[in-house]
Structure formats: C-alpha cells, structure tokens
C-alpha cells in the first residue's frame, strides 16, 4: 500500500484505539457481563437458556477477533472471567454452536438521523476447502464452499448499516431490497457497481427517496424518457462516464471495499462453522465487531486545499 497523501491530525489518539482492539475489556465490557445471564424465558415449553442472546453474540465476537475454535473460545471466555475476578462461566462450545443458529446479532449502531451516502458491494467467505497453496501444489480434491456477505456502509462514518449473508449464486441485485427496506433512516445517495443496474433496483432507490448512483453496463440502451439513469448512459455513450462519476462522488464506493478489506483483516475470510444458519449468525458478529472498533477510533486526515 502506498504512502498516505494527507497527513494524519489524530494520531495520538488513533493510536491509542488501536492499541485497545487488543484489549480484553474492551470486548468484554460491562455491558457484556451484566446482561450474561438469561432473565426471562424463552416462551417455549422446557428449560430456559441460561445464558442470554448477548453472551452468545459476545462469544461469536470474540471467536472471531482472536480466531478461535469453539473449545477454545469456551476455554478463552472462562479464563478472562476468573482474571476478572467475575462470576460467570462460558457457555459450553455445543450451546455457543446450537445457539449461534438463532441469535439475533444486533450489529446496527443506534440511529443517528439521515444517511449522506451509502455505499453497497458484496465478498466471498469461504466455508470450507483446502488451502490455497496445497490446491496449486496437488490439484484440489474437494469441492468448495462460498458464502457472500453483503454490505451497506455510511461512506461518512465508515460503518455498516446494513449486512446480509446469502448463498454464492444469489445475484448482488437480489440482495439490495434485503439490505435497504428495513433501514427506518432516510438515505439520500445509494453507490453500487454495475451489477446493481436492473430496473427493479432503480424503482427500489427511487421509492426510498435515494440518488442512486449506478454506472450503466458497456451495452446499456436509454429507458423512458426522463428516467435519471439516462444521464449515466448519455455519459457513456459519449465517452465522459469517468467525469460522470467524479462529479456523483461515484469514487466514494471504495469504502465499501475498504469495510471488506477491514472485515478480513479484523476477522478472517473464512468461517469456521457449518451449519448455514450459524454461519449467518458467524458473519453478522465479524460485522459487529467491525463496528466496535470504528466507534473506537478512526483516522481524520488533514483536507487538502
């Protein structure tokens, strides 16, 4: 990577919220602790969860973080408990597995009024398959597994307000309702690439009140008259779709390749369990603790005149 062109004004303090990612503390917080415990029933016949929805997605976070196994991970969270001097317990690795199924991972910060921007793109995470270097050495033997993780990032603040998981032949334009509808902000501009260019995403966009900014694809033909997409297909047509995207902030998309970026750096591009439903719920709690860590800290660097 190259060097950054605009220098750095809070480094002391970006510096210390780096230093806290690695803190146990910080991903165990008094929050966490205090909500542990399961208080009321679940409304089913039969025992009740001992151990609450946020101990499970406290869990799934630090899983992730410190890329543990789920032995592991029940080991780990029992031993920050007793150095802690608190008296709690990990759920078992069975319970974490069950549960991680049906976990409610609340990955949205609280609302924070409109949204300037937001930008869409989706990744792969694989599942499972051998590692990459013994599949170019011996050829691979297994079939592979992929599962796409959608994001919807504030291209201001830099976190995801939105996250899905789908399967690996599920169109990105498929997932865009998904990602949108439930969001009860108003979002004034939407960036995707071109495989967001479909008629029903537009329709979506233009029901939320939303500019989108989508780049037409290479062989992309004029809708009805007034249509606004017509404007980026005039642009390309005449050779101008680079300053089309300049002057919409198209380049702003970037972020949400940034956010993957930071998600397979923080987390992993892997995920480790195998039930479909778990590995939704593995996903959702990468996208939390991405969040945690914005909300940490992030860089403000100097504008340029």
Known sequence: MGKAKRKMTNWSQYSKALINRGSLTFWIDEHAISSWCCSEHRGRRGRGYIYSDVAIETALVVKGVFNLSLRALEGFTTSVFQLMDVPLTSPSYSCISKRAKTVNIKYRSPSRGSVAHVVIDSTGLKVYGEGEWKTRKHGKEKRRTWRKLHLAVDANTHEVVAAEVSLVNVADNEVLPTL????????????ADGA???KACHKLLQRKGCKPTIPPRSSAGFWEDGHPRNEAVR???NNELAQWKKENDYHLRSLSETAMYRYKQLISSKLSLRDYNAQVGEALAGVKAI???IRLGMPVRKQTA
């Open 180 to 191: 949108i509808k439930p969001l009860r902000r108003q979002i004034k501009q939407v960036s």
């Open 196 to 198: 967001y260019d479909t």
């Open 291 to 293: 969040n945690k860590v």
């Open 235 to 237: 642009a390309l047509k």
